[in-house]
């Protein structure tokens, strides 16, 4: 088949003005006459024009001269629906018209009278017509119920208006990086199939060779903008149309449109209810460090609900290997509800310790220190203590001892600022270990120091005691604070960075 358009194609043009050009020329007997063209009808008139014998309609229209045939396209779209992100395509309504002048149909010399000559498909298969493919179809299709919806009118000077409903699905090769606030480039391409660029040419009418109508309604998009491009393929390497060898460069049009992504729908579904869902993680630090079934229950339950909700979101997306703006988004969330269990796992930890631990000062890193390395803070105010021995006994008692000394206490409710003065380092082996008694007893003691703290100036040397108790709930009272503030800060550069890059 390929061979033999070739044939029809080639010959001709090579050798048809001594062969097959010759032939029609010839007077044949059995060509119908067109002349009183008006008194035929259409079909009558147009079987004549078109007959065999006078008409090649494989053959170009321009084959006698050699000219550049041109074909002026032009778009009415009904209809554009992008499909679902994972399938990477979307689906077109479109009434397509091609415009181009074959002037073995001018007619106007034998039938001055008509001014139309149309037909639906049974014109199609009479005259030449262009095929053009779209080079990035997925399917397509000619739409029409009873028969196809092609139309097909002539004009005397030879001038044929083709137009024809389609539907095609077309490959979009979307870039998610920015989902779920990306904007989309997607494109119709349609290139010639047959001809190359020296024979056809292809050309989007000069005004408003796209448009669109004004009922259409993008559910998940807006549209942007559009625009139309002429272009040219490089035949011989794209494809191997007519045999490979023999391609050239083909004419190509394209009609791109921009799509931005609504973002409505996924911030009321996705990005709201994971704000809420961290907020709620935040929970735990509010409950005591002691309380591991509601702390773990309420760590693993936000876990579970944020990574439910971020799964059902992610099957609508294609499998793309590059990190997508929802997956920063996912991985934050789930950062910092993991980071919420694992403070939980921490405080939880410290409260369990037996030791009361020394502070030069209270403060987050002398906190942190001691209660990450206790060993090694342990020595390092041995070795101060050493140092300078002459240490003032004062007495002070910090802020965080008269909240937390006044909250009603349950026998695993022990949280104490125990304030002690060190006489001499001798005495520091001794204050390891302290039983429960012990430490109420210090308690007692610290009430009286509250009011005695303000005689006594405090020292430059003045070590704190703190329970374990009491620096859990100082991290956790910490960590009301700095989680909100780490996700408000988050957010901050999330947003900023979508929407300003
Ligand atoms: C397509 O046309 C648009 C606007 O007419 C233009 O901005 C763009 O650069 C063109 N693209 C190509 C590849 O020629
Ligand atoms: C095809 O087009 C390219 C440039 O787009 C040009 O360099 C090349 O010579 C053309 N090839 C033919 C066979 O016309
Ligand atoms: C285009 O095709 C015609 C015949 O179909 C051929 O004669 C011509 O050389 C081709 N042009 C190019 C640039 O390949």
Known sequence: MMNLNILFCVIPLFFGKSTLGQKSKDPLLECPSLEKGDTYTQSEFLSRLAHECRYDRLLLPTYQTGDVVFVHASAYVYFIQPAEAHDLNFKLHFLLQLRWTDPRLAYALYSPERTKIIGESDLRSRVWIPHLYMSNEQSSSLMGTDSKDVLISIAPDG????????????????????????????????????????????????????????????????????????????????NMRLGGGRSGNYSALKFTFKLGREVGYYLMDYFIPSMMIVAMSWVTFWLQADASAPRITLGTSTMLSFITLASSQAKTLPKVSYIKASEIWFLACTGFIFSALVEFAFVNTIWRRKKVVNLKKVNSKYILKSTLTPRLARKEMQKELQSSPQLSKSRSCSSLNQETSSDPAGPGFNNYLTVHSFPSALNLPTITTQSYDELVRSDRRNHNCASEGSDEPPKNHTWTQMTPQEIATWIDKRSRVLFPLLFVFFNIIYWTFVYCL
Request: proline content about 2%.
């Open 159 to 238: 001038e044929v208006l083709f137009s024809r409903r389609m539907q095609a699905v077309l490959y979009c090769w979307m870039n998610l990086q920015k989902f779920p606030f990306d904007v989309q480039k997607c494109s119709m391409n349609l290139e010639s199939w047959k001809y190359n660029a020296s024979i056809l040419r292809l050309m989007w009418e000069k005004d408003n060779p796209v448009r669109l109508s004004s009922e259409l309604h993008l559910t998940e998009y807006s549209l942007l903008d559009y625009w139309t491009n002429e272009s040219v393929v490089r035949g011989d390497i794209v």
